[in-house]
């Protein structure tokens, strides 16, 4: 028991060395933000080198979309971030203007004894099916029709799926959904859902972490998170019927196909987007702020940031494995800016000084 | 209700209270009032926030499994269930291991060896629920998936009734395995209030039953359980307590369904789970509210637990006195 006094004396000194820095950096000019977690490690890079350019920080809580929601309507925050875009009447009674901001791909990883990442093929059908229970066993033949060069073994599929409520399930349900009207009656689109089959596990390490232990099993996670944790994905077949492999190539290529311009409010999911070379689950995370800023210079302050984002920030997102918004949507984006974010008394904010 | 009682005769016998005494006094009011307040804001607030959700689904609430966010209808069966399931699990593996190893200790156990494993057992109790869970996932899951899922499914799965609780695939995780972390985790707690009780034991007791020849496991059964079960029942209701409460290690290894099975192998959820996984991203009102409703049975079970613990303390308490 010697040792145990100085461990919490050594733990409440950490303690209150740390609260006096959060004290300190309060000081200095410091933009606020909540919301997702899936982009969370892109914006927290951004704000990094942001301050080291400009000195100005950013404080963001990756608290959830759906706690990002909450926090910017009740304005605690100069922004906030969902994965799940607003509908455009929801925009309007809360008096919010949302846009783009990072792209990212989920991926299905399997965990197949012999199959290494990108052999197996899948088609969004058979994929919604074996979520809903229905294809049950890998030899199944819907897979091996699919696969004819590969030996699957006669083995329950142990189905993995995210437990919290989540951006990366509202992509991958949309997608299914998309692709399979059984799932789309029964299941439907959320950020979580009631799944007819298999485990949760929290977080895209908890389903990673299923994935990689349980043998003969599924999963989805982002990307990133597959290429981090070495898990083998899949390949899926297209709304052009071809057969793609996940890459940040595959990816943009959806990107590039969205038809940003024609969504109101930026309303848009990427899930299925056409193209020979599109990555089906494919989508974008939003950022939201209030359409009359009552702070018209602090507003100005965290629309900088985005504004340089977008101009810089693309190698570093590509580095995390996320996919940059392309230059057109940038464009369109600051146009919204100016023409729908004003101070109180109706001046618009963007461009700034 | 017992009657405040009287101020010291030192105090008293110059006719005058000191002032610090009325400060003491006061101030030891306010903390047990403040503490009051707390419990009653919490179930104020839980109920006011889960009102709209008990509104909409009536009693249904606590009878229905579905849990669907997309259409916004909630039912509380699965972690109900899910929750007095892992706890009971977490007792009948914990209480036992925790009685027994407190008796080593005060008991058996060298005496130069004693001081540092009561120290162990107490440093155990410290160790962050999140770690238990992650070695649970990491570590305990993949060896209950390889080496003993398997075996039990073999050999216990094909019998009539029994069987149904160790059937389906062996994934590692599930109800099973989230109540035998659990009952690891209350494990320390029990076994170090177990210890106090067995060393607040009066030690001629003691003495004059080794003196009559008894041995160690008839003073242990004798003596030490009979004088010290109030205590215990102290004890596992703590550790109940955790059990009933504990998020993070459940979290990780329950797997997190929102369905009732009957095998123990099945992956489930509880309600600090279910919390822990979906308040975060809960979007819509009802569905919020419904999440808000489980805390407040969550909170409603453990007073309940705690009521009958007390009316088995007052029964034990009575039967003592006889």
Not at chain 1, 54 to 79: C, E, H, P, R, W
Not at chain 2, 40 to 52: E, I
Not at chain 2, 150 to 161: A, Q, T, V, Y
């Amino acid at each position: 028991m010697r040792f145990a006094p100085s461990s919490v004396r050594g733990a409440a000194i950490a303690a209150a060395v740390g609260a006096f820095c959060l004290a300190g950096s309060a000081q200095a000019a410091e933009m606020t933000g909540a919301g997702a977690t899936f982009p969370y490690p892109v914006y927290a890079k951004w704000a990094e080198a942001y301050k080291a350019k400009t000195g100005i920080s950013l404080n963001y809580q990756s608290i959830g979309s759906g706690g990002g929601i909450k926090q910017i309507k009740a304005k605690t925050v100069d922004f906030g971030a969902s994965d799940m875009p607003l509908k455009p009447d929801d925009l309007k009674t809360s008096g919010l203007v949302q846009w783009p901001m990072i792209m990212g791909g989920v991926v299905p990883v399997v965990n197949v004894p012999g199959v290494k990442a990108g052999e197996l093929k899948l088609s969004g059908k058979v994929l919604a099916d074996i979520y809903l229970g229905k294809v049950k066993t890998w030899n199944a033949p819907e897979i091996a029709k699919l696969n004819p060069s590969l030996k699957l073994p006669k083995k329950p599929i142990a189905v993995v799926h995210r437990s919290d409520g989540s951006g990366t399930t509202f992509l991958f349900t949309s997608y299914l959904a998309a692709v399979n009207p059984e799932w789309k009656d029964k299941v439907g689109v959320s950020t979580a859902v009631e799944w007819p089959a298999g485990i949760g596990g929290k977080g895209n390490e908890g389903v990673a972490n299923f994935a990689r232990q349980t043998p003969d099993s599924i999963g989805y996670v982002e990307y990133a998170y597959a290429l981090q944790n070495k898990l083998a994905y899949t390949q899926l077949s297209n709304k052009d019927g071809a057969f793609v492999k996940p890459s940040s190539a595959t990816f943009q290529s959806a990107a590039a196909n969205a038809d940003w311009a024609q969504a109101p409010g930026f309303s848009l999911v990427l899930a299925n987007q056409p193209g020979k070379t599109s990555w089906p689950i494919t989508g974008a995370s939003f950022i939201l702020m209030h359409a009359s800023q009552a702070a018209p210079a602090r507003a100005a302050e965290v629309l900088k940031f985005f504004s340089w984002a977008y101009a810089n920030g693309g190698k570093m997102a590509e580095a995390l494995d996320y996919v940059p918004m392309p230059a057109n949507v940038a464009t369109m984006v600051a146009g919204v800016w100016t023409e729908q974010i004003k101070s109180a008394d109706g001046k618009a904010i963007w461009p700034a000084k | 209700m017992r009657t405040e009682p009287p101020l010291p005769e030192a105090c008293a016998d110059n006719g005058r209270t000191p002032a610090s005494e009325h400060a003491f006094r006061l101030l030891c009011r306010a903390a047990a009032v403040t503490v009051a307040g707390f419990l009653l804001a919490v179930f104020v607030v839980l109920a006011v926030n889960a009102a709209p959700a008990l509104a909409a689904f009536g009693p249904g609430f606590l009878t229905t499994q579905v849990w669907n966010p997309v259409t916004e209808r909630f039912g509380a069966v699965a972690p109900i269930f899910g929750t007095l399931i892992t706890s009971l699990i977490a007792m009948l593996v914990g209480v036992p291991l925790a009685v027994g190893s407190a008796l080593f200790l005060t008991e058996i156990c060298p005496h130069r060896l004693r001081t540092s494993l009561i120290v162990g057992v107490e440093l155990l109790a410290a160790v962050p629920s999140i770690i238990y869970g992650m070695w649970g996932l990491l570590v305990f899951a993949p060896f209950l998936a390889n080496h003993v899922q398997p075996f039990l499914i073999d050999r216990l799965g094909p019998l009539p009734l029994l069987g149904a609780l160790f059937q389906g695939p062996p994934f590692g995780i599930g109800t099973l395995t989230a109540g035998l972390i659990l009952g690891l985790m209350v494990l320390p707690f029990i076994a170090s209030v177990a210890c106090q009780v067995f060393f607040a034991i009066d030690p001629f007791l003691r003495e004059a039953a080794y003196g009559v020849g008894a041995t160690t496991w008839e003073v242990c059964r004798n003596v030490l359980m009979p004088q010290g079960r109030a205590g215990l029942l102290g004890a596992s209701m703590l550790g109940l307590g955790r059990a009933l409460g504990e998020t993070m290690a459940v979290t990780f290894v329950i797997g997190n369904a929102h369905r009732v099975s009957a095998s123990l192998f099945a992956p489930g959820t509880t309600i600090s789970a279910s919390l822990a996984n979906e308040f975060t991203e809960a979007v819509g009102d009802l569905y919020l509210s419904s999440l808000q409703a489980l805390g407040l049975i969550l909170f409603v079970i453990t007073f309940v637990v705690l009521a009958l613990a007390r009316l088995m303390l007052r029964h034990i308490e009575k039967g003592d006195a006889r």
